[in-house]
């Protein structure tokens, strides 16, 4: 499949972080934008396809877990057009910009459902770690704090996940 990138659109805002600040800060958004939603997809492929004796523990926290990724896609696009940026948001662009790797669709054991979910869910959450420190270095406090906030929600989520690996 093709990919086209997006042209950066922007639009007038009061918002007095530098438009080029501002620039970067809305690619770093629209990166976890994309993330988010490809998270989103692939932890409700875990829901609708896990089985097994846990399958009810399973199916309920994998749809949390997609609940909460849902809010951050949200978050993240609102955050980018308060910037005064235009929001990549359709499935389309999320999967064609996505750094996640692909759900794997051979698997069928709950707990290797659970490993993938985890895997995913630990790198959208590093990432919205190191995105902390790289929206503080370009001015924008505000943007650091909602990726505090996503990761540490994220974080909540992980250790939900692996504690169901530990023995």
């Known amino acids: 499949m093709a990919t086209k990138s997006s042209p950066v659109r922007s639009f007038r805002t009061s ?10 800060v809305n690619k770093i958004l629209n990166q976890h934008l994309a993330d988010s939603f490809d998270l989103m997809s692939q932890v409700k492929q875990a829901h609708w396809n896990v089985k097994g004796s846990d399958f009810w523990q399973l199916h ?3 749809d949390e877990v997609a609940a909460r990724a849902a809010e951050w896609v949200d978050e993240f696009a609102e955050r980018v057009t308060a910037l005064g940026g235009y ?17 794997p ?8 459902y659970v490993r993938a979910v985890a895997d995913r869910l ?3 959450t590093n990432s ?4 902390i420190d ?9 943007t650091a ?3 505090t906030e996503i990761s540490r929600c994220a974080d909540k989520y992980l250790y939900f996940l692996e504690a169901h690996l530990q023995s």
């Open 128 to 131: 919205a770690r190191a995105a």
């Open 105 to 112: 669709t051979d698997i069928t054991e709950s707990m290797d």
């Open 87 to 103: 929001a990549t948001g359709t499935v389309r662009m999320a999967a064609a910009t996505s750094t996640l790797p692909e759900f």
């Open 60 to 62: 309920k926290l994998f």
């Open 15 to 24: 918002v007095d972080i530098p438009p080029g600040s501002r620039e970067k």
């Open 145 to 147: 704090d909602l990726f």
């Open 134 to 142: 790289q929206t503080d270095k370009l001015g924008d406090a505000d």
């Open 122 to 124: 630990a790198a959208f």
